[in-house]
C-alpha cells in the first residue's frame, strides 16, 4: 500500500498557495502596502528594462511564495492580446505619440511607422506586464480572510466588510449557478461552446434571464436570513467602523503582524521615496524614445 | 383593496442585493467577454451593460453603486487589469447605470416598457445615450494610460459602444420586459426612490 502525501493549501483569489507558503506568514495590512507599492511601481518607472526585471521579479516571488502556477498562466494570456492592442495602435496610429520631429523606419503602405511610437509602444506594453504581473501576484498570495482582517484593522464598517465578503461568496455561487444552468440547457440541446463564435452572443439569454431570476431570489433568501439571525444597519452604509465594536472571528483568528512585517513596510515606504525622487532627476525615463 | 403593500426594505436585504448583483454582473462579464474578445481590455459583446444599467433602475443608487464597483473586482480576477487602471474607469462605469435610472426617475417612466415613452427612453438613453458617454469616458481613461493613441482612439470607441449597445438592446429590453413585473414585487424593487 502506497502512502499519499496530503499537502495543505489556502485557496486564494486566483489560485492555490501552499500552506507552508511565507505568505501566509505575512500580515494582511503588508499585503495591502504589496497591492499599494506593487501597482504603483510601474507608473512611475518609464524605463522599460526596470519594468520588464520588476515583471520578472514578480513572477519569481509567486514561485517562492509557492503559488501554484498552473493557475495563474492563463491570466498571462491577456498579455498576448494586449500586446496585439497597443502595437496595433502605435504601429498604424502612432503620430499622436511620436513627437514634434519623429523617425520613419518603415511604411505600410501609406502608413508611416515611427520609431519614437513603437519605443512608447514598448515601454506601456512592457509597464502593463509589470502592473498585471503585480496583480496576478498580489492576488495569488491574498485569501479572502486577509482581505477582511486587514479591513477591520483599516477600521472599515462591519457593514461594508458584510456586504464585500457576500459578494465574493456570491461569484462563486452564481459561477457554479452558471455551470448549473449550461448543463441544464445542454440537456435540452442548446450547448454554447458547440455554437460557432458569431452566434454565441446571439443565445447568451437563454442563459441570462435564468442567472437574474435566480440572483434575486437568493439574494431576497439571503437578506431574510440575515435578518432572522439579527443582523441590523441603517440603510446608507457607513464606510468607517464605529468605536468601541468588537472584534471579530476574522479580525481575530486571521490576524497576524510581527517584526518581519514592519521591516517590508518600512521597505516599501522608503523604495517608493525613492522611486519619486529618482522620477524627478529623470533617472527611470524612457531611452527608446 | 387591491393596493400591493411591499415591506419595508431593510439593510440586510438591500445589502444582499448589493453583493448578490455584484456577483452575476462579474460572473457575467467574464463570461460575455471571453464569448467575443475584440483585443486588449475591450470586448465586442459585454452583456454585463444591460445588467448595469438594469442595476440603476431597478435598484436605484444600489445598482449604481454595483455598476462602478464590480468591474474593479471582475476587471481585476477576469483579466488583471490593474488596480489604479481599473479606477480610472468608475466616472464611465457610473454613467452607464446613472443616466438612465434619473431619466426614469425624473420623467416618471415605466421599468415594465408599457408605452413608446418608455421604449424611448430605454433605447435612447440606456442603450445609446449611456454607453457614449461611457465609451468616450472610458477610452479616454485608456488613452491616457497610454494603451492606445490619440488617432486609434474612434477605433477602439467603436469596440466599446458596439460592444456595450447591442446586449443592452437585446437583453436589456428582454429582462425589463419580462422581470420587472416578478421584481417589482419583491422588497429589493427600489423604483422610483433612489434609496
Known sequence: ??????????RTFFSYVDAKSPANKMSPITKIFILLFFNAYPIIIDNPIYNAMFGFLNIILMKIFKATLMHVEKYFKVLMTLALFI????????RSVAGPNPTIIANIGSVEVYSQALGFGVMVYVRMFALVSAMLLWLSITTTSDLMSAFEKLKISYVARTYLTMAFRFIGMF?????????????????????????RPFVFGYYLIPLVAITIKKAIE????????AFKAPLKIKLLQEKG????????YYWRYSGKDTAIIALLIIAFAGLLIARLYGLVANPFM | ???????????????????????????????????????????????????????GIWFGMWGVIVAFLFPIISDAIGEAIPMYVAATLIPANFFQAWTVAWVFRRFKLNPELKTRKDWLA????????????GATLGTTAFVLWGLFTWEAQPLFWAGWFVGN????????????????????????????DWW
Open chain 1, 1 to 10: 500500500m502506497s502512502t499519499q502525501q496530503i499537502v495543505t493549501r489556502y
Open chain 1, 87 to 94: 502595437f496595433v495602435s502605435v504601429i498604424f496610429f502612432g
Open chain 1, 175 to 199: 459561477d457554479s449557478d452558471f455551470n448549473t444552468i449550461q448543463d441544464a440547457q445542454r440537456a435540452r440541446g442548446l450547448d454554447i461552446k458547440s455554437q460557432p463564435l458569431w452566434r
Open chain 1, 222 to 229: 439571503a437578506g431574510t436570513t440575515m435578518e432572522s439571525r
Open chain 1, 245 to 252: 465594536l468588537k472584534q471579530s472571528y476574522v479580525g481575530k
Open chain 2, 1 to 55: 383593496m387591491g393596493q400591493v403593500v411591499r415591506p419595508q426594505r431593510t439593510a440586510a436585504t438591500m445589502g444582499s442585493i448589493l453583493a448578490a448583483w455584484t456577483g452575476i454582473c462579474i460572473v457575467v462579464g467574464a463570461y460575455g467577454s471571453l464569448s467575443l474578445p475584440i483585443g486588449g481590455y475591450v470586448s465586442g459583446f459585454w452583456p454585463a451593460m444591460a445588467l448595469q444599467a438594469i442595476g
Open chain 2, 122 to 133: 430605454w433605447i435612447l438613453v440606456g442603450c445609446i445615450l449611456q454607453n457614449i458617454i
Open chain 2, 165 to 192: 449597445t447591442w446586449p443592452a438592446i437585446v437583453f436589456g429590453s428582454l429582462i425589463l420586459r419580462i422581470a420587472t413585473p416578478f421584481v417589482k414585487r419583491t422588497r429589493v424593487y427600489v423604483f422610483p
